[in-house]
Protein backbone atom coordinates (compact mmCIF):
# COMPACT_ATOMS: atom_id res chain seq x y z
CA UNK A 1 0.00 0.00 0.00
CA UNK A 2 0.90 3.51 -0.66
CA UNK A 3 1.36 6.41 1.92
CA UNK A 4 -1.91 8.23 2.45
CA UNK A 5 -1.90 11.79 2.96
CA UNK A 6 1.35 12.45 0.13
CA UNK A 7 1.77 13.07 -3.08
CA UNK A 8 2.16 9.64 -3.75
CA UNK A 9 -1.18 8.53 -3.48
CA UNK A 10 -3.14 7.06 -6.10
CA UNK A 11 -2.00 5.75 -8.90
CA UNK A 12 1.89 5.46 -9.50
CA UNK A 13 3.82 8.61 -11.69
CA UNK A 14 4.98 6.24 -14.33
CA UNK A 15 1.90 4.30 -15.58
CA UNK A 16 0.37 8.36 -15.63
CA UNK A 17 3.73 9.49 -17.80
CA UNK A 18 3.12 6.63 -20.35
CA UNK A 19 -1.02 7.44 -21.00
CA UNK A 20 -0.43 11.37 -21.14
CA UNK A 21 1.88 10.32 -23.70
CA UNK A 22 0.33 8.31 -25.87
CA UNK A 23 -2.97 10.21 -26.04
CA UNK A 24 -0.56 13.21 -27.09
CA UNK A 25 0.98 11.14 -30.00
CA UNK A 26 -2.55 9.45 -31.05
CA UNK A 27 -3.63 13.43 -30.91
CA UNK A 28 -0.76 14.85 -32.83
CA UNK A 29 -0.92 12.19 -35.40
CA UNK A 30 -4.45 11.85 -35.97
CA UNK A 31 -4.46 16.19 -36.57
CA UNK A 32 -1.62 15.83 -39.30
CA UNK A 33 -3.46 13.36 -41.09
CA UNK A 34 -6.91 15.51 -40.96
CA UNK A 35 -4.58 18.47 -42.03
CA UNK A 36 -3.00 16.74 -44.80
CA UNK A 37 -6.42 15.32 -46.15
CA UNK A 38 -7.84 19.02 -46.51
CA UNK A 39 -4.42 19.70 -48.33
CA UNK A 40 -5.58 17.24 -51.02
CA UNK A 41 -9.20 18.52 -50.95
CA UNK A 42 -8.32 21.79 -51.57
CA UNK A 43 -5.75 20.27 -54.40
CA UNK A 44 -7.85 18.68 -55.99
CA UNK A 45 -10.21 21.69 -56.07
CA UNK A 46 -13.26 19.13 -55.32
CA UNK A 47 -14.74 22.40 -53.42
CA UNK A 48 -17.19 24.01 -55.35
CA UNK A 49 -19.65 26.79 -54.88
CA UNK A 50 -22.93 25.37 -54.36
CA UNK A 51 -21.69 22.66 -52.56
CA UNK A 52 -22.61 21.90 -49.10
CA UNK A 53 -20.21 20.59 -46.32
CA UNK A 54 -22.88 17.64 -45.71
CA UNK A 55 -22.92 16.83 -49.32
CA UNK A 56 -22.71 13.46 -51.13
CA UNK A 57 -18.91 13.53 -51.72
CA UNK A 58 -18.21 10.04 -51.40
CA UNK A 59 -16.71 8.58 -48.58
CA UNK A 60 -15.32 5.10 -47.37
CA UNK A 61 -17.34 3.51 -44.88
CA UNK A 62 -14.70 0.25 -44.03
CA UNK A 63 -11.49 -0.06 -43.47
CA UNK A 64 -10.67 -1.90 -46.36
CA UNK A 65 -11.79 1.22 -48.60
CA UNK A 66 -10.70 3.17 -46.77
CA UNK A 67 -7.21 1.71 -47.37
CA UNK A 68 -7.28 1.80 -50.99
CA UNK A 69 -8.52 5.19 -50.83
CA UNK A 70 -5.70 6.43 -48.93
CA UNK A 71 -2.66 4.96 -51.42
CA UNK A 72 -4.43 6.39 -54.41
CA UNK A 73 -4.57 9.75 -52.04
CA UNK A 74 -8.34 10.16 -52.07
CA UNK A 75 -8.95 13.30 -49.88
CA UNK A 76 -12.16 12.06 -48.23
CA UNK A 77 -9.84 8.67 -47.15
CA UNK A 78 -7.45 10.54 -46.03
CA UNK A 79 -9.52 12.45 -43.51
CA UNK A 80 -11.04 9.12 -42.21
CA UNK A 81 -7.54 7.89 -42.02
CA UNK A 82 -7.15 10.60 -39.26
CA UNK A 83 -10.66 10.53 -37.71
CA UNK A 84 -9.21 6.33 -37.47
CA UNK A 85 -6.27 7.26 -35.34
CA UNK A 86 -8.75 9.73 -33.24
CA UNK A 87 -11.48 6.76 -32.47
CA UNK A 88 -8.02 4.17 -31.87
CA UNK A 89 -6.23 6.82 -29.56
CA UNK A 90 -8.57 5.60 -26.42
CA UNK A 91 -8.30 2.29 -27.53
CA UNK A 92 -4.38 2.47 -27.42
CA UNK A 93 -3.98 4.47 -24.00
CA UNK A 94 -6.39 1.30 -22.88
CA UNK A 95 -4.15 -1.31 -24.29
CA UNK A 96 -0.88 0.82 -23.06
CA UNK A 97 -1.78 0.99 -19.43
CA UNK A 98 -2.56 -2.94 -19.21
CA UNK A 99 1.14 -3.22 -19.86
CA UNK A 100 1.99 -0.43 -17.60
CA UNK A 101 -0.01 -1.69 -14.82
CA UNK A 102 1.18 -5.18 -15.47
CA UNK A 103 5.07 -3.59 -15.26
CA UNK A 104 3.71 -1.77 -11.80
CA UNK A 105 2.86 -5.45 -10.53
CA UNK A 106 -1.22 -3.83 -10.25
CA UNK A 107 -2.93 -6.96 -10.51
CA UNK A 108 -6.44 -5.87 -9.93
CA UNK A 109 -5.72 -3.08 -12.85
CA UNK A 110 -4.35 -5.28 -15.53
CA UNK A 111 -7.55 -7.10 -15.02
CA UNK A 112 -9.76 -3.74 -14.93
CA UNK A 113 -7.81 -2.68 -17.91
CA UNK A 114 -8.11 -5.98 -19.86
CA UNK A 115 -12.07 -5.65 -19.16
CA UNK A 116 -12.29 -2.15 -20.69
CA UNK A 117 -10.41 -3.24 -23.88
CA UNK A 118 -12.46 -6.66 -24.35
CA UNK A 119 -16.15 -4.61 -23.90
CA UNK A 120 -14.64 -1.89 -26.32
CA UNK A 121 -13.64 -4.79 -29.30
CA UNK A 122 -16.73 -6.70 -28.46
CA UNK A 123 -18.43 -3.58 -29.48
CA UNK A 124 -16.61 -3.00 -32.91
CA UNK A 125 -17.37 -6.55 -33.70
CA UNK A 126 -21.32 -6.50 -32.43
CA UNK A 127 -21.27 -3.02 -34.28
CA UNK A 128 -20.32 -5.04 -38.07
CA UNK A 129 -22.85 -7.85 -37.19
CA UNK A 130 -25.96 -5.22 -36.42
CA UNK A 131 -25.86 -3.59 -39.94
CA UNK B 1 -17.67 32.55 -49.93
CA UNK B 2 -18.46 29.28 -51.24
CA UNK B 3 -20.96 27.26 -48.97
CA UNK B 4 -18.37 24.78 -48.16
CA UNK B 5 -15.52 26.79 -46.60
CA UNK B 6 -18.08 29.18 -45.03
CA UNK B 7 -19.91 25.95 -43.01
CA UNK B 8 -16.23 24.72 -42.37
CA UNK B 9 -15.24 27.86 -40.72
CA UNK B 10 -18.07 28.33 -38.99
CA UNK B 11 -18.01 24.55 -37.67
CA UNK B 12 -14.30 24.73 -36.99
CA UNK B 13 -14.97 28.41 -34.51
CA UNK B 14 -18.06 26.31 -33.02
CA UNK B 15 -15.95 23.66 -32.14
CA UNK B 16 -13.33 25.60 -30.41
CA UNK B 17 -15.41 26.38 -28.33
CA UNK B 18 -16.72 23.31 -27.57
CA UNK B 19 -13.68 21.95 -26.81
CA UNK B 20 -12.65 24.02 -24.60
CA UNK B 21 -16.09 24.76 -22.65
CA UNK B 22 -15.64 20.56 -22.69
CA UNK B 23 -12.36 20.30 -21.15
CA UNK B 24 -13.22 22.71 -18.52
CA UNK B 25 -16.57 20.75 -17.37
CA UNK B 26 -16.04 17.20 -18.04
CA UNK B 27 -18.53 16.86 -20.36
CA UNK B 28 -16.96 16.35 -23.90
CA UNK B 29 -17.88 18.95 -26.97
CA UNK B 30 -21.31 17.07 -28.32
CA UNK B 31 -23.31 18.95 -26.17
CA UNK B 32 -22.53 22.08 -28.04
CA UNK B 33 -21.53 21.25 -31.56
CA UNK B 34 -25.08 19.21 -31.66
CA UNK B 35 -27.24 21.93 -31.49
CA UNK B 36 -25.46 24.27 -33.72
CA UNK B 37 -24.64 21.57 -36.64
CA UNK B 38 -28.69 20.44 -36.16
CA UNK B 39 -29.80 23.72 -35.31
CA UNK B 40 -28.33 26.25 -37.48
CA UNK B 41 -26.29 24.43 -40.32
CA UNK B 42 -29.35 22.07 -40.81
CA UNK B 43 -26.92 18.95 -40.85
CA UNK B 44 -28.78 15.48 -40.25
CA UNK B 45 -29.43 14.60 -36.69
CA UNK B 46 -27.36 11.38 -37.44
CA UNK B 47 -24.56 12.83 -39.11
CA UNK B 48 -24.29 15.34 -36.61
CA UNK B 49 -24.39 12.71 -33.81
CA UNK B 50 -21.41 10.88 -35.97
CA UNK B 51 -19.37 14.38 -35.84
CA UNK B 52 -20.21 14.84 -32.12
CA UNK B 53 -18.74 11.10 -31.42
CA UNK B 54 -15.52 12.30 -32.69
CA UNK B 55 -15.66 15.84 -31.24
CA UNK B 56 -15.95 13.94 -27.69
CA UNK B 57 -13.13 12.14 -28.11
CA UNK B 58 -11.12 14.89 -29.00
CA UNK B 59 -12.19 16.95 -26.30
CA UNK B 60 -11.45 13.94 -24.03
CA UNK B 61 -7.96 12.87 -25.57
CA UNK B 62 -6.77 16.41 -25.39
CA UNK B 63 -7.35 17.24 -22.38
CA UNK B 64 -6.71 14.26 -20.90
CA UNK B 65 -3.40 14.00 -21.86
CA UNK B 66 -2.87 17.58 -19.54
CA UNK B 67 -5.15 16.17 -16.75
CA UNK B 68 -3.51 13.21 -16.46
CA UNK B 69 0.11 14.41 -16.18
CA UNK B 70 -1.18 17.09 -13.64
CA UNK B 71 -2.84 14.58 -11.18
CA UNK B 72 -6.36 16.23 -11.48
CA UNK B 73 -7.58 13.35 -13.63
CA UNK B 74 -7.55 9.61 -11.17
CA UNK B 75 -7.07 7.19 -13.85
CA UNK B 76 -7.52 4.41 -11.21
CA UNK B 77 -11.34 5.74 -10.75
CA UNK B 78 -11.82 6.01 -14.67
CA UNK B 79 -10.41 2.66 -15.44
CA UNK B 80 -12.60 1.03 -13.17
CA UNK B 81 -15.67 2.88 -14.17
CA UNK B 82 -14.98 2.89 -17.62
CA UNK B 83 -16.26 -1.10 -17.59
CA UNK B 84 -19.52 0.13 -16.98
CA UNK B 85 -19.96 3.08 -19.34
CA UNK B 86 -18.23 1.02 -21.95
CA UNK B 87 -21.06 -1.82 -21.39
CA UNK B 88 -23.58 1.27 -21.62
CA UNK B 89 -21.97 2.76 -24.88
CA UNK B 90 -22.40 -0.50 -26.27
CA UNK B 91 -25.72 -1.77 -25.52
CA UNK B 92 -26.85 2.44 -26.20
CA UNK B 93 -25.49 2.11 -29.79
CA UNK B 94 -27.21 -0.58 -30.64
CA UNK B 95 -30.28 0.83 -29.65
CA UNK B 96 -29.39 4.14 -31.25
CA UNK B 97 -30.29 2.57 -34.80
CA UNK B 98 -33.80 1.74 -33.84
CA UNK B 99 -34.53 5.05 -32.92
CA UNK B 100 -36.60 8.32 -34.76
CA UNK B 101 -34.24 11.66 -34.46
CA UNK B 102 -37.23 13.79 -32.37
CA UNK B 103 -37.06 11.27 -30.25
CA UNK B 104 -33.76 11.19 -29.43
CA UNK B 105 -33.67 15.15 -29.32
CA UNK B 106 -36.38 14.49 -26.34
CA UNK B 107 -34.59 11.87 -24.39
CA UNK B 108 -31.02 14.29 -24.91
CA UNK B 109 -33.06 17.23 -23.18
CA UNK B 110 -34.71 15.20 -20.46
CA UNK B 111 -30.92 13.59 -19.63
CA UNK B 112 -29.64 16.93 -19.49
CA UNK B 113 -31.93 18.54 -17.46
CA UNK B 114 -31.87 15.54 -14.58
CA UNK B 115 -28.63 16.52 -14.44
CA UNK B 116 -28.97 20.03 -13.31
CA UNK B 117 -31.04 19.08 -9.74
CA UNK B 118 -28.20 18.37 -7.61
CA UNK B 119 -25.95 20.98 -9.42
CA UNK B 120 -28.01 23.81 -8.78
CA UNK B 121 -28.16 22.31 -5.11
CA UNK B 122 -24.45 22.30 -4.26
CA UNK B 123 -24.14 25.66 -6.27
CA UNK B 124 -26.56 27.17 -3.68
CA UNK B 125 -24.83 25.54 -0.46
CA UNK B 126 -21.52 26.68 -1.94
CA UNK B 127 -22.07 30.26 -2.33
CA UNK B 128 -23.77 29.83 1.61
CA UNK B 129 -20.66 28.48 3.13
CA UNK B 130 -17.83 29.06 0.67
CA UNK B 131 -15.67 26.62 2.31
CA UNK B 132 -17.73 23.76 1.88
CA UNK B 133 -16.57 22.86 -1.68
CA UNK B 134 -13.69 20.87 -0.74
CA UNK B 135 -14.15 19.57 3.12
CA UNK B 136 -16.82 17.29 1.03
CA UNK B 137 -14.40 15.27 -0.05
CA UNK B 138 -11.55 14.82 2.30
CA UNK B 139 -13.71 14.23 5.44
CA UNK B 140 -15.73 10.80 3.73
CA UNK B 141 -15.20 7.59 4.98
CA UNK B 142 -13.91 5.46 2.39
CA UNK B 143 -16.31 2.65 1.46
CA UNK B 144 -14.76 -1.23 0.84
CA UNK B 145 -14.91 -0.95 -2.64
CA UNK B 146 -13.09 2.51 -2.57
CA UNK B 147 -10.39 1.11 -0.10
CA UNK B 148 -9.99 -2.14 -2.05
CA UNK B 149 -9.22 -1.05 -5.23
CA UNK B 150 -7.19 2.37 -4.09
CA UNK B 151 -9.04 4.65 -5.52
CA UNK B 152 -7.84 8.14 -3.27
CA UNK B 153 -6.50 10.42 -4.52
CA UNK B 154 -4.42 14.00 -4.64
CA UNK B 155 -3.61 16.95 -6.63
CA UNK B 156 -1.90 20.03 -6.34
CA UNK B 157 -4.68 23.32 -6.92
CA UNK B 158 -3.16 25.72 -7.72
CA UNK B 159 -6.41 28.28 -7.31
CA UNK B 160 -6.28 27.46 -3.70
CA UNK B 161 -2.53 27.37 -3.15
CA UNK B 162 -2.41 23.77 -1.35
CA UNK B 163 -2.50 20.06 -2.35
CA UNK B 164 -6.12 18.14 -2.22
CA UNK B 165 -6.46 14.67 -0.99
CA UNK B 166 -9.63 13.10 -1.30
CA UNK B 167 -11.46 9.36 -0.46
CA UNK B 168 -14.54 8.06 -2.20
CA UNK B 169 -17.54 6.44 -1.09
CA UNK B 170 -21.05 4.97 -2.63
CA UNK B 171 -18.73 3.84 -5.54
CA UNK B 172 -21.05 0.81 -6.19
CA UNK B 173 -24.17 3.69 -6.86
CA UNK B 174 -21.31 5.81 -8.86
CA UNK B 175 -21.10 2.68 -10.93
CA UNK B 176 -24.44 2.18 -11.93
CA UNK B 177 -24.69 5.66 -12.84
CA UNK B 178 -21.83 5.23 -15.13
CA UNK B 179 -23.87 2.34 -17.03
CA UNK B 180 -26.39 4.73 -17.76
CA UNK B 181 -24.28 7.42 -18.42
CA UNK B 182 -22.58 5.12 -21.01
CA UNK B 183 -26.58 4.13 -22.32
CA UNK B 184 -26.73 7.50 -22.71
CA UNK B 185 -23.86 8.15 -24.70
CA UNK B 186 -24.14 5.33 -27.06
CA UNK B 187 -27.35 6.34 -27.87
CA UNK B 188 -27.26 9.86 -28.50
CA UNK B 189 -24.04 10.44 -29.37
CA UNK B 190 -22.85 12.58 -26.79
CA UNK B 191 -20.15 11.77 -24.03
CA UNK B 192 -22.79 12.47 -21.28
CA UNK B 193 -20.21 13.72 -19.23
CA UNK B 194 -23.26 15.23 -17.42
CA UNK B 195 -24.04 12.05 -15.63
CA UNK B 196 -20.07 11.40 -15.33
CA UNK B 197 -19.46 13.84 -13.46
CA UNK B 198 -22.76 13.92 -10.91
CA UNK B 199 -21.48 10.31 -10.14
CA UNK B 200 -18.32 12.03 -9.25
CA UNK B 201 -19.28 14.79 -7.61
CA UNK B 202 -22.53 14.61 -6.55
CA UNK B 203 -22.33 10.55 -5.20
CA UNK B 204 -18.95 9.43 -4.94
CA UNK B 205 -17.45 12.60 -3.11
CA UNK B 206 -14.71 13.16 -5.65
CA UNK B 207 -13.64 17.26 -5.84
CA UNK B 208 -15.57 18.61 -8.61
CA UNK B 209 -12.44 19.52 -10.93
CA UNK B 210 -10.77 16.19 -10.29
CA UNK B 211 -14.42 15.24 -10.94
CA UNK B 212 -14.42 16.62 -14.37
CA UNK B 213 -10.61 16.29 -15.30
CA UNK B 214 -11.52 12.37 -15.00
CA UNK B 215 -14.84 12.68 -16.67
CA UNK B 216 -13.07 13.80 -19.62
CA UNK B 217 -10.53 11.01 -19.21
CA UNK B 218 -13.27 8.49 -19.29
CA UNK B 219 -15.33 9.96 -22.11
CA UNK B 220 -13.07 9.16 -24.64
CA UNK B 221 -13.03 5.43 -24.24
CA UNK B 222 -16.70 5.66 -23.93
CA UNK B 223 -17.21 7.26 -27.14
CA UNK B 224 -14.74 5.39 -28.42
CA UNK B 225 -17.20 2.00 -27.98
CA UNK B 226 -19.71 3.53 -29.59
CA UNK B 227 -17.83 4.99 -32.70
CA UNK B 228 -17.32 1.78 -34.61
CA UNK B 229 -20.86 0.82 -34.91
CA UNK B 230 -21.69 5.20 -36.08
CA UNK B 231 -18.29 4.61 -38.43
CA UNK B 232 -19.47 1.35 -40.29
CA UNK B 233 -22.99 2.27 -40.76
CA UNK B 234 -21.73 5.59 -42.44
CA UNK B 235 -22.56 7.83 -39.86
CA UNK B 236 -19.51 9.66 -39.80
CA UNK B 237 -18.91 11.91 -42.24
CA UNK B 238 -15.10 12.81 -42.93
CA UNK B 239 -15.86 16.54 -44.24
CA UNK B 240 -18.42 17.30 -41.49
CA UNK B 241 -16.04 15.57 -38.55
CA UNK B 242 -13.08 17.08 -39.84
CA UNK B 243 -13.89 20.66 -38.81
CA UNK B 244 -15.07 19.41 -35.55
CA UNK B 245 -11.61 17.20 -34.84
CA UNK B 246 -9.66 20.27 -35.65
CA UNK B 247 -11.70 22.85 -33.75
CA UNK B 248 -12.46 20.83 -30.61
CA UNK B 249 -8.55 19.19 -30.46
CA UNK B 250 -7.24 22.88 -29.92
CA UNK B 251 -10.20 24.26 -27.89
CA UNK B 252 -9.79 21.38 -25.18
CA UNK B 253 -5.48 21.82 -25.03
CA UNK B 254 -6.82 25.79 -24.20
CA UNK B 255 -8.84 24.78 -21.72
CA UNK B 256 -7.04 21.98 -20.21
CA UNK B 257 -4.40 24.56 -19.49
CA UNK B 258 -6.84 27.40 -17.91
CA UNK B 259 -9.07 24.50 -15.54
CA UNK B 260 -6.32 24.13 -12.69
CA UNK B 261 -6.58 28.30 -11.76
CA UNK B 262 -10.13 28.67 -11.95
CA UNK B 263 -12.28 28.01 -8.57
CA UNK B 264 -14.15 24.94 -8.44
CA UNK B 265 -17.81 26.83 -7.75
CA UNK B 266 -16.91 28.88 -10.85
CA UNK B 267 -16.74 25.67 -13.07
CA UNK B 268 -20.21 24.12 -11.42
CA UNK B 269 -21.74 27.34 -12.11
CA UNK B 270 -20.82 27.21 -16.02
CA UNK B 271 -21.65 23.38 -16.24
CA UNK B 272 -24.88 24.45 -14.16
CA UNK B 273 -25.95 27.24 -17.10
CA UNK B 274 -24.33 25.70 -20.06
CA UNK B 275 -26.24 22.66 -19.42
CA UNK B 276 -29.81 24.20 -18.63
CA UNK B 277 -29.45 26.10 -21.93
CA UNK B 278 -28.68 23.64 -24.13
CA UNK B 279 -31.60 21.15 -22.95
CA UNK B 280 -34.27 23.70 -23.12
CA UNK B 281 -33.16 24.58 -26.96
CA UNK B 282 -32.92 20.84 -27.49
CA UNK B 283 -36.32 20.02 -26.01
CA UNK B 284 -38.22 23.39 -28.22
CA UNK B 285 -36.46 21.33 -31.32
CA UNK B 286 -37.66 17.55 -30.57
CA UNK B 287 -41.18 18.90 -29.52
CA UNK B 288 -40.99 20.51 -33.20
CA UNK B 289 -41.32 24.38 -32.17
CA UNK B 290 -39.57 26.91 -34.17
CA UNK B 291 -39.01 24.10 -37.39
Redesign the interface.
Known amino acids: ??A????D???SRA???V???V??I??VL??TI??L??AL?VARGI?????????A?P?P??LGALLSGVFSLDP?SV??L???V??????A??AV?IVAFAIERDW??VV??A??LT??I???I???A?? | M????C??AQ?LAASFVAGAAGSLLGLGGGIIVVPVMTLF?H??FR?AAGASI?AV??T???S???Y??D?LA???VG??L??LT??G??SG??LA?RLAGPLLFVVFSLVLMYSLVPTGRKIVSELRGRTAAHKAGDAVAQDRLAL???L???Y?DPSLGR?I?YRLRRVPLGAAIMYVAGLASGMLGIGSGAFKVLAMDSVMGMPIKSSTATSNFMI??T???????Y????D????????V??GV?AGSLFGARILPRIAGVGIRIAFFVVIAAIAAQMLLHGLGVGR
Open positions: MKRGSRAGPVEVVSLLRGVSAICGLLISNEIRIDAIYRDAISGLVLIATPFRVSRYVTLVILAGIMGKVD | PTFVQFLLIDTIIASSGAAAVRRNIKMLEIALAVALGAMGEGAFVEGVAAASAGIFSRGIDPFVAAPALL
